[in-house]
């Protein structure tokens, strides 16, 4: 089952625009509130599986699309089209955050980082080799994360003081125990097999007060997947990630003793809460020196992520000049105290 | 005319005795020019090496303004050697530009095989005792070897290094080796080098503090427990006894810096 969305008043396929948050008909300029906007379609259930090849009622052509995909382009017409099967039933996303940063914002964006870069070669920096800039909803799992902390620790606290010829040190012994009761909200971890988990991971923190109901005419003009993984099979991944954040806030609790010897800890995660939502990444592929370098753009709000080449010239100018000027400090010090240049 | 014959005897009186005057401060200001540094009474040194050390005096001597000097005794007649060395500066009076001026003193006693280190004025507040105890302990193993040269050669060359310092800094502190700045120089560098390849992939912007709802998180239960108290004891490092130990005031009123030991 695809989607398409006409215009009511000429026909034409109707995108999204990340601007006003509307469905906007290019050919008259019509803007359709999305909220408003009629959805039937969550009704609708069928096996993910069943079809990789649908017809494109548009112009007739055969759209074919991977088992994930969720919504794409017609290759011939160019019509945005939503696979409506795959964001229904148990696969349909709970929440979106809708694009905020246009293709020619993202353009930009990225050029701007490019020139930015302190280690990338020259050539790159210029941006100008661009292969392709593609706005793709990305499967994520938002968890709202409960853990019961329970430490017990023997906690020393010194002091010192003179007596005398002697000097004291006074150790006094403590024994602590915290009950610790940790909420962790909306902690996102992507679901789709695709992508790079470091690269998602970095391109955090995604503002949620953008979070909206799902509506299929968000994706419009984009490219979706679904999830490959469940919550539950993300659950110790999403772990993981705020395990040191419960250790930084166990520590904190102890601040004020000098030594903190841990005798027992309890860490208990539950998952509270998890839901389904699609997050915009603007994926710029970049030809640099015959070799493809992919980065991510955070959708929402412009922060890129990636793994650019350096160069090893301007690591070098870095590095001498670094220890160059760290010598120099060095020396100036070094007169300062009286000790001479040399 | 008769007028001025008349007063021709007081006159040459006047003038002889303006001349014994000066002539005596002459004498004094001949210990005390950077002429005389050697004071080998000892005889330790040959004709040649006592040249050369006095040439090395009175070139480093000129640019710290002070006179290093070198003093060797075979016997102090019963005294200190450091009141020995006291003595010496009361009566010989040594400085740079002045009688009883800036004077860097080393000293050894053959006899009882003592060394003794003064620093007079400027070079009492630039080589302070911790300072002479450096210098001291660097060429004590010179002098027991019997190379008195060397010995006395180092001295002033650490004596004009150390003057170098501003007082109260440690000369020999690692911050000015050249081996240390540069290797930290280099470290630095590669770490920041590192950390930026590192981060030039995007950074990390979250926190512990970003998913974490405040209002609903905390401390549910908490308790300190005092189970017992242990104090130790350890005795106050003698630095300070020792730093300050080595010097002094002659008898004649001028304070110094001083390390004495044996060699």
């Known amino acids: ?342 | 005319m008769r007028h001025g014959l008349l007063k021709k005897p007081w006159l040459i009186l006047f003038f002889v005795v303006v001349f014994l005057i000066g002539g005596s401060w002459g004498t004094l200001a001949k210990a005390a020019s950077p002429h005389e540094a050697i004071f080998d009474q000892a005889h330790l040194l040959t004709r040649v090496q006592k040249a050369k050390l006095q040439a090395l005096s009175s070139r480093l001597g000129k640019d710290r303004k002070t006179d290093f000097l070198i003093l060797t005794v075979n016997g102090t007649g019963g005294q200190t050697l450091e009141r020995y060395v006291e003595d010496f500066y009361d009566s010989q009076a040594p400085g740079y530009d002045k009688a009883h001026g800036n004077a860097a003193i080393l000293a050894i006693d053959m006899k009882e095989r003592d060394v003794y280190l003064a620093g007079f004025q400027k070079a009492k507040r630039y080589l302070d005792s911790g300072r002479m105890d450096q210098i001291r302990n660097a060429i004590t193993p010179e002098l027991s070897d019997g190379q008195y040269y060397q010995a006395f050669s180092d001295f002033m060359h650490k004596a004009h290094d150390y003057m170098g310092y501003k007082p109260g800094v440690n000369p020999n502190s690692i911050l000015f080796k050249w081996w240390f700045q540069i290797t930290v120089s280099l470290l630095a560098g590669l770490i920041i080098i590192f950390f930026m390849a590192y981060r030039s992939g995007g950074r990390v912007t979250v926190n512990a503090k970003t998913y974490l709802d405040h209002q609903s998180s905390g401390v549910v239960n908490d308790y300190d427990t005092f189970l017992r108290r242990t104090v130790t004891r350890r005795r106050k490092p003698s630095n300070n006894s020792k730093d300050g130990g080595g010097g002094g005031v002659t008898p004649g009123g001028y304070s110094h810096s001083g390390s004495s030991g044996k060699f």
């Open chain 1, 1 to 342: 089952m695809i989607l398409y969305y006409k215009c009511p008043s000429c026909g034409s396929d109707m995108t999204f625009d990340p601007k006003s948050g509307e469905l906007i008909c290019d050919s008259c300029g019509r803007i359709e509130n999305i909220e408003s906007y009629p959805e039937e379609l969550k009704q609708a259930e069928f096996s993910p599986e069943e079809t990789k090849e649908y017809q494109c009622e548009n112009c007739g052509a055969v759209l074919i699309t991977t088992a994930d995909t969720v919504a794409t382009h017609c290759s011939f017409c160019g019509a945005g089209v939503v696979i409506g099967d795959r964001v229904s039933g148990h696969l349909a996303p709970k929440r979106v955050i809708p694009f905020t940063i246009t293709k020619e914002e993202a353009i930009q964006a990225f050029k701007k980082w490019c020139r930015k870069g302190l280690l990338t070669p020259k050539g790159f920096m210029t941006a100008d080799r661009i292969q392709s800039i593609t706005g793709m909803y990305i499967p994520f799992w938002l968890f709202d994360l409960n853990s019961k902390v329970q430490v017990s620790a023997i906690c020393t606290r010194e002091s010192t003081y003179e007596e005398g010829d002697y000097i004291c040190t006074e150790t006094e012994f403590y024994e602590a125990f915290r009950d610790i009761n940790l909420n962790y909200v909306k902690i996102p971890a992507d679901a789709s097999e695709k992508m790079d988990d470091e690269l998602m991971d970095r391109l955090e923190p995604f503002s949620y007060d953008q979070l909206k109901e799902f509506k299929t005419p968000y994706l419009v003009g984009y490219l979706a997947e679904k999830y490959n993984y469940t919550d539950e099979e993300l659950l110790p991944r999403v772990k993981g990630k705020i395990n040191e954040y419960i250790e930084a806030y166990i520590s904190s609790t102890f601040r004020g003793y000098h030594s903190v010897d841990y005798r027992q800890k309890q860490i208990e995660t539950n998952n509270v809460k998890s839901f389904y939502v699609l997050l915009p990444v603007w994926m710029v592929n970049y030809d640099y020196n015959n070799k493809v370098y992919t980065f991510a753009m955070n959708g929402e709000t412009g922060k890129v992520v990636g793994f650019p080449p350096l160069s090893k010239g301007k690591m070098a100018a870095w590095f001498g000049g670094i220890a160059a000027g760290t010598l120099l400090a060095f020396k100036c010090v070094a007169l300062l105290m009286g000790g001479g240049f040399l």
